[in-house]
């Protein structure tokens, strides 16, 4: 019953994701398209992108925070 509830607070939470600028951002950030998809979906919701990748935590400084930074130590 309580999953069933959760599950469908997110049922109408799908949004589409330019994948031609999550391409670019990859090439650009040298990141994997997965992890861009994430990147360009924060910018679409004008938030930020919790990560601990340092990788992506240095290609996007823009957009990408860590957890300590969001939620204070």
Known sequence: ???RCAAGLFEDAT???DMEEALELAVRGNASAYD???VVLARQL???CV???RRLLRA???VAR???QVCGP
């Open 1 to 3: 019953m309580l999953w």
């Open 15 to 17: 949004m589409e994701i």
């Open 36 to 38: 861009a998809q994430h």
């Open 46 to 48: 004008r938030t930020v």
């Open 51 to 53: 990560t601990e990748d």
């Open 60 to 62: 996007f400084p823009a």
């Open 66 to 68: 860590t957890m300590e």
